[in-house]
């Protein structure tokens, strides 16, 4: 019985793989529309290799682990989906206050003048002001991976640490950033 359960096995197999019609629908996915992917990953302790090379004073290199995944859409959509928890992060400099930002920008936005214009990240590409660190991070937004090809994503220490202009005596001032990484290519069409 177990030999002719593998006979009918072997048949059906080979049945299936020299049918034409059942490898049509394998063509079609073939041709079916690309979504190109593009990553941004922060390395805690990492001193990422951007061009123009990072010289903002406020930044001592990144001080966490996280991720950012950009799938661009035939609907001219971007779905966005990745963790950052920097919560608790601390460095040899400083400790983080609250009020941090995400922001996909030019990466020569890190290198912004000195106060009272330090906005690292800006103008920004793409403004996550709404997302909450320690949860996940899925959304979907109007865009293309065209539009964010070649830039970074920042986390920036944005609203806690204005420096002396708002009478604060935050050392380093104002705009910290806490995180750098480019956005990379992972599928391309």
């Known amino acids: 019985m177990k030999s002719v359960y593998l006979l009918f096995l072997l048949v059906t197999l080979l049945a299936v793989i020299s049918t034409p019609a059942n490898a ?3 063509e079609k996915k073939r041709n ?3 979504c190109p992917v593009v990553v ?3 390395k805690k302790n990492d001193n990422p290799n951007i061009s123009p090379p990072v010289t903002n004073p406020n930044y001592y290199g990144n001080t966490f682990d ?4 950009f799938l661009g859409t035939p609907k001219n959509t971007l779905q966005v989906g990745g963790w950052i928890d920097i919560r608790g992060v601390t460095n040899k400099i400083f ?3 609250s009020g941090y930002d995400i922001h996909v920008a030019p ?3 890190a290198n912004t003048p ?3 214009h330090l906005t690292p990240g800006d103008p920004a590409t793409i403004d996550f002001d709404k997302q909450m660190f320690g949860h996940s991070i899925l959304l979907t937004i109007d865009g293309s991976i065209a539009q964010i090809k070649g830039q970074c994503c920042f986390v920036v220490e944005e609203y806690a640490s204005r420096g002396p202009l708002s009478g604060s005596k935050s ?4 705009e910290r950033i806490l995180g750098i990484a480019p956005l990379v290519d992972i599928v391309t069409c």
Request: aromatic share 8%; net charge negative; hydrophobic share 25%.
């Open 114 to 116: 000195p106060e009272p």
């Open 66 to 69: 996280g991720f950012l995944a």
């Open 40 to 42: 941004c990953e922060f």
């Open 95 to 97: 400790k983080t206050d």
């Open 24 to 26: 049509s629908p394998l």
């Open 107 to 109: 990466c020569g936005t």
């Open 171 to 174: 050392i380093p001032r104002n």
């Open 32 to 34: 079916a529309p690309c």
